[in-house]
């Protein structure tokens, strides 16, 4: 894929990738380094490009665990509250957007940092969008009846035969990609996880890429913890607020962690006779989990990332020193002052 600014003779826009699980302390991590409180000579200087699929939602707020508006004031934050929960977000509009973003962030004499877990986003905005073939519209119309008369169940359970590689990143009630897969397939008579990623940076950039990890036990910890302060946070009656503006289960905002497990046991909305009810436990211990597995698989999309630094992060602490170092680094190499 080229962007707009891909050409020759046009100067490389630097941006740094910051890239965690979920759950790792990103917000504040971003909090310490760029905030107006941060001790270190570069607080000020940056503006946050989201890299979370999931942020991009309006009324979303606590389940994705998005930055508050306190945070949001200290550091611009960009693609975030952008799409009503019924609007597919792909991951073709984040690159177009961030590229557009890191040009206007650096016209303005800041630094561009792009932060989130979502790899796939993230690799294709280092590396491009693999070449995939046209959309066939009748095809797709198609697949988009059947899955609206026989649900996107049935559609799933055919992508796990034709695309196994696919179907393991789809949800199974994620009819709009679903129904892309199985339109690449049979149009191209091959699957779409065929169509490989690059593994060369683009080069109308200069990165400085930042792969955070953490211990499975630490982060299986944080990740329990932060779910029981959603709950108490008002977890429960921001999923019954988004059904009361008329979303459901199936708009692409809903498929969302911290969502979907209510959807599915909830459909109708949690109401005060069930505060009491074991399924919330469930629906508590669901998310929990699906969010472990979530984290698991946010390291596939950025294996073999080229000159990415991988940097584990101290039990407790939400930065370290080979962290500082490289952004400090960074900062001086690209003449920001």
Not at 3 to 32: D, H, Q, R
Not at 141 to 150: D, G, N, P, V
Not at 201 to 220: A, D, H, Q
Request: hydrophobic share 35%; glycine share 6%; proline share 5%.
């Amino acid at each position: 894929m080229n962007s707009s600014n891909e050409s020759a003779g046009t100067p490389k826009i630097p941006v740094l990738v910051i890239f965690a699980p979920t759950a790792s302390g990103k917000t504040v991590l971003s909090f310490s380094l760029f905030g107006q409180n941060s001790p270190f000579f570069f607080k000020g200087k940056a503006e946050i490009v989201n890299a979370d699929s999931m942020q991009v939602y309006r009324g979303m707020d606590i389940g994705t665990a998005k930055p508050d508006a306190e945070l949001q004031h200290q550091i611009p934050h960009h693609l975030i509250d952008i799409c009503n929960p019924d609007e597919q977000f792909s991951v073709s509009s984040f690159v177009r957007m961030a590229d557009t973003c890191c040009t206007e962030i650096w016209r303005r004499g800041k630094l561009p940092v792009v932060m989130g877990g979502a790899g796939f986003y993230i690799r294709c905005f280092l590396t491009g969008l693999p070449e995939t073939p046209q959309g066939d519209t009748v095809i797709r119309r198609q697949l988009e009846k059947r899955a609206a008369l026989e649900g996107s169940g049935i559609l799933y359970k055919e992508l796990l035969q034709c695309d196994p590689v696919s179907a393991v990143h789809i949800h199974p009630n994620d009819a709009y990609r679903i129904v892309r897969a199985l339109e690449v397939f049979h149009s191209a008579g091959r699957p779409l996880s065929s169509f490989s990623l690059s593994r060369e940076l683009r080069k109308n950039y200069r990165f400085c890429i930042l792969v955070l990890g953490r211990s499975r036990r630490e982060l299986y910890e944080r990740i329990d913890k932060r779910t029981d302060a959603m709950f108490e946070q008002g977890l429960i009656e921001e999923y019954n607020r988004l059904l009361h503006d008329g979303y459901r289960a199936s708009d692409p905002g809903m498929r969302a962690i911290g969502y979907r497990e209510f959807a599915d046991t909830f459909p109708s909305g949690v109401d005060s006779s069930c505060l009491h009810d074991m399924r919330l436990d469930r629906v508590r211990e669901r998310i929990k989990q699906d969010s472990r597995r979530y984290a698991k698989k946010q390291y596939t999309a950025m294996r073999g990332i080229p000159d990415a630094s991988f940097c584990p992060l101290p039990e407790g602490l939400d930065f370290s020193e080979t962290v500082l170092d490289k952004i400090k680094a960074f900062y001086s190499a690209v003449h920001l002052t």
